[in-house]
């Protein structure tokens, strides 16, 4: 099983970016999967997670309405859209998974079974 995320820079507050997961070993068909981020000093945060299995979302409070997650089954990739950033969106950014269940709140709350490498996204003028 392998998470490979891309997408990371640097962009302006107010700016848009894109992060996309490349997923190998399993399909988009039944697990959850989300996106996670870390600053240093504080834990690991599930932001925008959904099921595979049947599209649901879940989003935290701090990215809500402004982060979508979204899938491409037939590439087997996993998007999330960032609009409107801010500064304290500034983190590392991770894909991540559960393979034994298909709920995307569980996964952003309790966490995944997979880990992919992060990606660098800083929001700064």
């Known amino acids: 099983v392998q998470l490979q995320a891309s997408g990371g820079g640097l962009v302006q507050p107010g700016g848009s970016l894109t992060l996309s997961c490349d997923v190998s070993?399993?399909?988009?068909?039944?697990?959850?999967i989300g996106w996670f981020r870390q600053t240093p000093g504080k834990e690991r945060e599930g932001i925008s997670c959904l099921s595979t299995l049947n599209d649901i979302t879940w989003d935290s409070d701090s990215v809500k309405g402004r982060f979508t997650i979204s899938k491409d089954a037939a590439a087997n990739r996993v998007y999330l859209q960032m609009n409107n950033l801010r500064p304290d969106d500034t983190a590392v950014y991770y894909c991540a998974a559960h393979l034994s269940h298909s709920s995307s709140y569980a996964l952003c709350q309790d966490g995944p079974t997979e880990w992919g490498r992060g990606t660098l996204v800083t929001v700064s003028s």
């Open positions: 070993g399993f399909r988009l068909n039944f697990p959850a």
